[in-house]
């Protein structure tokens, strides 16, 4: 009895290309303002007997709920497909087939190329998903590449191919 757990030569298995998140550096300013809420709540100690240090909780609270959020949200690129799974309590799974990427954009705004970090904007055919942006990752350049080949390889494997069409309302 032949294995059915095998891949057929037709549905070659999956294998993750690259996986990541958004870098915390996105967040800056917000954790900029809850450190200046944070420095607050201490420069108050003495005015209100100790009472504003209770106020540490909410700038401590807001930070850890940001990066808990961004840390949830991972970016997972496949030979087949681009999965983008979100939420803490309630999770959230997006799936892209790679052959329907149409376009695919590198940007490295001079801040995030400082930090080694860039953006990649996804174009796609998918209805419920036709924008994905991945923002500030690194090794953005390298991730390109591994999007651009994972594309052209399934496109090849699925025999698709994009169809770019004027609308003639455009040509007069």
């Not at 420069?43 to 930070?63: D, E, K, N």
């Not at 991972?74 to 990427?101: A, K, P, S």
């Not at 149409?102 to 080694?116: A, F, I, S």
Request: charged residues 25%; proline residues 5%; hydrophobic residues 45%.
């Amino acid at each position: 009895m032949p294995d059915e757990a095998a891949p057929s030569p037709a549905h070659p298995a999956e294998s993750v290309l690259w996986k990541g998140h958004t870098s915390q550096w996105v967040h800056f300013w917000y954790y900029f303002f809850c450190v200046l809420l944070a420095a607050a709540a201490l420069g108050g100690i003495p005015f209100t007997g100790g009472l504003s240090a209770i106020g540490l909780v909410i700038p401590a609270g807001m930070w850890i709920v940001r990066w808990w959020t961004n840390r949830a949200t991972v970016y997972e690129l496949t030979t087949q497909r681009l999965r983008i799974t979100r939420g803490i309590l309630n999770r959230r799974l997006d799936e892209i087939e790679l052959y329907r990427v149409k376009d695919y954009v590198m940007e490295q705004p001079l801040l995030l190329r400082l930090l080694g970090l860039g953006n990649v904007t996804i174009l796609t055919s998918d209805v419920s998903t036709p924008t994905v942006a991945i923002r500030a990752i690194a090794g953005v350049e390298a991730m390109r590449e591994k999007l651009r080949a994972a594309v052209q390889s399934e496109r090849d494997r699925k025999r698709v191919r994009e169809l770019d069409v004027d609308d003639p309302a455009d040509l007069h």
